[in-house]
């Protein structure tokens, strides 16, 4: 009796979508930059914004879908873009348009390598997206918070505004890994105890990982009385602070110290 065929080999059913959707993403960025280009002068609310909107939004989703993450967070960053010309001017402005086409750049040098290697390597775009983020708001980074308090989510908020700096809130320690693993954040604060994943275990996970996020500091804030801290494993947090009444005192400390560092 002859069998059905059985796909024995799943990762090469992936790696064949995934490099059809690569073949397609020159026209896809094509397609992006035409609607872009044709906004300046229109008034905000414009089919082609919609439409544009969608593009973006469905290149979003396939770059996640397709193991391109890096396509995912340059389409994320192109979407604050849009949104904030949308809230903030009337018409489209042709610094908008060259805004975009920074991205554009971005995704056509992520299309090429990926064309050219299936297991291409993209530091240096992650570093020239961080740039362009950096020169598109003037805050002076951005944090990834995983913290279920809200009171302390203020606090650390709060601390951040003063050093411009520019907050994600998460909850839960499993979803502050996805977004760890593939939008680059200047520094993290955690929880040690956090639901999901422990702040010790999201550590270790994210130094372990080949993420841009890697090598970032990551402040641990906790609910015990800890002795003087010293990391002494790859793995471990860059800081640790105790929850106490010297919380933001001890917090705008260590963020002096941390943006200190990173000028060096």
């Not at 065929?5 to 064949?16: D, M």
């Not at 500091?217 to 990391?231: D, G, H, K, Y």
């Amino acid at each position: 009796m002859l069998e059905a065929p059985i796909l024995s080999q799943p990762s090469a059913l992936l790696g064949q979508l995934q490099s059809e959707f690569i073949e397609t993403l020159p026209r896809k960025i094509a397609l992006l930059e035409h609607l872009c280009t044709s906004l300046p002068g229109k008034p905000i609310h414009t089919p082609e914004l919609s439409e544009l909107l969608r593009q973006v939004h469905s290149l979003k989703g396939s770059g996640g879908i397709y193991g391109l993450h890096i396509i995912t967070v340059i389409c994320h960053q192109l979407e604050d873009c849009i949104t904030h010309e949308v809230t903030n001017a009337s018409v489209f402005s042709a610094s908008f348009a060259g805004n975009c086409l920074r991205h554009f750049d971005l995704l056509n040098k992520v299309a090429e390598l990926a064309l050219a290697s299936p297991q291409a390597e993209f530091g240096e775009i992650w570093s020239e997206l961080n740039r362009l983020r950096d020169s598109l708001h003037p805050e002076r980074g951005s944090a990834l918070v995983i913290e279920q308090s809200r009171l302390t989510q203020n606090i650390i908020a709060g601390v951040l505004e003063e050093f411009q700096i520019r907050p994600t809130l998460v909850t839960d320690g499993y979803r502050a890994l996805l977004h760890a693993l593939s939008e680059p954040f200047s520094l993290i604060i955690t929880s040690a105890e956090t639901p999901l994943l422990g702040g010790f275990a999201f550590s270790g996970a994210l130094r372990l990982s080949d993420s841009v996020n890697r090598n970032v500091p990551i402040v641990l804030l906790t609910a015990n009385q800890s002795p003087r801290f010293t990391p002494t494993r790859k793995t471990d947090p860059s800081h640790m602070i105790t929850k106490d009444t010297h919380l933001i005192e001890n917090l705008s400390t260590t963020l002096e110290q941390v943006l200190l560092s990173n000028q060096h």
